[in-house]
């Protein structure tokens, strides 16, 4: 009686108010400015990288080259398990790939967005992920557990209680980064960056001032769930998404010896130059196959490759391999998708549910060493 009440008042305050916050948000777009995403990631990773006091982040040395594997995820999206929650589907699958890292002993990387706190409040996101976040916890006890934040969980990096929920969630204190750089170091002084970070820089919505960060977290966030829009935002966005990688490539490209891995728009790029050439194998095989569905999303992988960035097939003699990107942990058929670095090389993994049976599958993958190759020799 209570919820039909609800439902009854909220209908005329929707009416009224949805159209114009449509308006509203497409005149103000969230669309990314070139000067801004290039200016907010040089900031964050020469801060890390640099003796400056204007930290956002962290470097660790850990031995990517044979040391202990590392698993990268991102865009979680923990709700309240409700008809929203885009997690909800995916639970399973995560809670069987953190018990595998786990058990091999493994780093765990989130790269932000991990908990959807633009539609949910903090209290129903604890209680209703108890599983998830004692499967996390793991991680946190063998000190191997590096959690960031993304534009969906600015809450973590904002709000004044969230040291607290934090250690109720996980036992102890946690560190909350913008990013983290990881070094690995060759003979002669050679050495390659990985650059991890949750890949919203630049949005003046969530990457702003203070004020804009909080405007977004306690007022915009909840005011779309409310109204049940979620307007212009890369996750959603076809254009927007594929131009944002683009500035994430373009960027990457500028840098010396970096690898940078983003999440935010959940699509999944791994950018080797034998995975364009694969991409484009399956694409010959579905055509003349006749099988138009698959050859379409064959198509629209290849589209979106980096190396599509200038309308050319990448030139091992011109542009590197310097992006990444980990997709999510909440597709709607339940599977997820990540970055593992692992005896050597850097892969791009699917775990999905098969018949009952949780799955990992290597989709991709590029040895380290030809990294190092490309960009000394």
Not at 326 to 352: H, T
Request: overall charge neutral; aromatic content about 14%.
């Amino acid at each position: 009686m209570f919820r039909k009440l609800v439902r009854l008042i909220k209908a005329p305050i929707v009416f009224v108010l949805k159209r114009p916050i449509i308006w509203f948000s497409q005149r103000v777009s969230s669309s990314p400015q070139k000067e801004a995403v290039f200016e907010r990631l040089s900031e964050i990773y020469e801060g890390i990288t640099s003796d400056s006091d204007l930290k956002e982040g962290a470097m660790y040395d850990i031995n990517l080259k044979d040391g202990r594997s590392t698993i990268i995820l991102t865009d979680h999206h923990k709700g309240n398990r409700r008809g929203g929650d885009e997690f909800r589907h995916t639970e399973g699958t995560y809670l069987a790939a953190l018990d595998y890292y786990d058990q091999k002993d493994s780093y765990y990387i989130n790269l932000g967005d991990s908990e959807e706190l633009w539609k949910y409040n903090i209290f129903s996101i604890m209680k209703k992920n108890k599983a998830t976040f004692e499967a996390e916890k793991k991680f946190v006890k063998r000190k191997a557990f590096f959690k960031l934040y993304g534009n969906h969980d600015i809450f973590w990096k904002i709000d004044p209680f969230a040291s607290f929920y934090l250690w109720q969630l996980y036992g102890k204190p946690i560190n909350i980064y913008g990013g983290i750089v990881i070094r690995v170091n060759y003979a002669e002084g050679h050495y390659i960056d990985f650059f991890c970070t949750h890949g919203h820089q630049g949005d003046s919505r969530s990457d702003g001032n203070w004020f804009s960060k909080w405007f977004v977290a306690y007022i915009w966030g909840p005011l779309q769930s409310f109204l049940e829009i979620n307007i212009n935002t890369p996750a959603l966005s076809q254009q927007e998404k594929t131009y944002h990688n683009q500035l994430m490539y373009e960027w990457s490209q500028n840098q010396k010896n970096l690898v940078l891995i983003t999440g935010h728009t959940h699509q999944t790029i791994f950018h080797s130059y034998s995975h364009i050439q694969w991409l484009k194998q399956q694409l010959s095989i579905a055509q003349d196959q006749g099988l138009e569905e698959e050859a379409a999303s064959w198509q629209e992988k290849i589209n979106r490759h980096p190396s599509q960035c200038d309308g050319r097939l990448t030139d091992k003699n011109g542009e590197k391999p310097t992006y990444f990107n980990a997709g999510c942990c909440c597709f709607n058929d339940g599977s997820m998708s990540g970055i593992e670095i692992s005896g050597g090389q850097i892969a791009l993994v699917r775990w999905a549910n098969e018949e009952g049976e949780y799955k990992r599958k290597v989709l991709e993958a590029l040895p380290l060493i030809e990294l190092h190759h490309l960009f000394y020799d």
